[in-house]
């Protein structure tokens, strides 16, 4: 394990934020279960408090610790497809175990595993899962490389981890903005499931 993964398991245990490359975008996180941090994070991001955010997770067992019951359906269709990767899974999940303002106020969950080593190893070190936005304030472009991140931003996080965002962006993409490059979105909390957001996997 790297200094720097070191550095960022330690600081968001203590209680900070940090920004970390995943495999799609830069992402901004810190633990799901430190209510002032999210709060803070939020106020960093300009995020409104109605949007829910997705979290981050080093694997199933780690989703499932907070999410309802996860059909069956979606494991053999979803989870053992397309995790880790590029695809946030909606579920109901468990309300007394997700603070409010991650949820959004309502009573699911968007969970990811993302197929990257860095952000892999942060969140089995810390041990629960992180929230896991794009770091940029709201409303501005995602950063898919270290020069887009937004200096502003950074000096208000106590840590960057460097790197690269490992996924391979088709040809097309490569210099827009799009929402294709960030992960696929789908709610499952509903029959028939619902593309919430068309990213990088097509479903």
Same mark, same amino acid.
């Given at each position: 394990?790297?200094?720097?993964?070191?550095?960022?398991?330690?600081?968001?245990?203590?209680?900070?934020?940090?920004?970390?490359?995943?495999?799609?975008?830069?992402?901004?996180? +810190?633990?799901?279960?430190? @209510?002032?941090?999210?709060?803070?994070?939020?106020?960093?991001?300009?995020?409104?408090?109605?949007?829910?955010?997705?979290?981050?997770?080093?694997?199933?067992?780690?989703?499932?610790?907070?999410?309802?019951?996860?059909?069956?359906?979606?494991? @053999?269709?979803?989870?053992?497809?397309?995790?880790?990767?590029?695809?946030?899974?909606?579920?109901? +999940?468990?309300?007394?175990?997700?603070?409010?303002?991650?949820?959004?106020? @309502?009573?699911?969950?968007?969970?990811?595993?993302?197929?990257?080593?860095?952000?892999?190893?942060?969140?089995?070190?810390?041990?629960?899962?992180?929230?896991?936005?794009?770091?940029?304030?709201?409303?501005?472009?995602?950063?898919?490389?270290?020069?887009?991140?937004?200096?502003?931003?950074?000096?208000?996080?106590?840590?960057?981890?460097?790197?690269? +965002?490992?996924?391979?962006?088709?040809?097309?993409?490569?210099?827009?903005?799009?929402?294709?490059?960030?992960?696929?979105?789908?709610?499952?909390?509903?029959?028939?499931?619902?593309?919430?957001?068309?990213?990088?996997?097509?479903?």
């Amino acid at each position: 394990m790297t200094e720097q993964i070191l550095s960022a398991i330690k600081i968001l245990n203590e209680g900070g934020i940090v920004i970390f490359p995943t495999d799609t975008a830069f992402g901004i996180g +810190c633990r799901i279960d430190n @209510e002032e941090t999210i709060k803070k994070l939020f106020q960093i991001r300009k995020r409104p408090e109605t949007q829910a955010t997705p979290v981050l997770i080093a694997n199933e067992k780690m989703a499932q610790d907070y999410l309802e019951i996860i059909p069956e359906d979606v494991k @053999e269709k979803l989870i053992d497809k397309y995790w880790p990767g590029a695809l946030t899974i909606v579920l109901p +999940c468990q309300i007394n175990k997700v603070p409010s303002l991650v949820r959004g106020g @309502e009573n699911n969950l968007g969970v990811r595993m993302p197929n990257h080593e860095t952000t892999l190893e942060i969140i089995k070190g810390v041990g629960v899962p992180i929230l896991g936005p794009s770091a940029n304030f709201h409303g501005e472009k995602t950063p898919y490389v270290f020069e887009d991140l937004n200096p502003e931003l950074v000096k208000l996080v106590d840590l960057v981890v460097p790197g690269k +965002c490992s996924v391979k962006q088709p040809a097309r993409l490569a210099s827009e903005n799009v929402a294709g490059r960030a992960s696929t979105v789908v709610d499952c909390s509903v029959k028939p499931w619902k593309i919430l957001r068309q990213g990088i996997i097509n479903i």
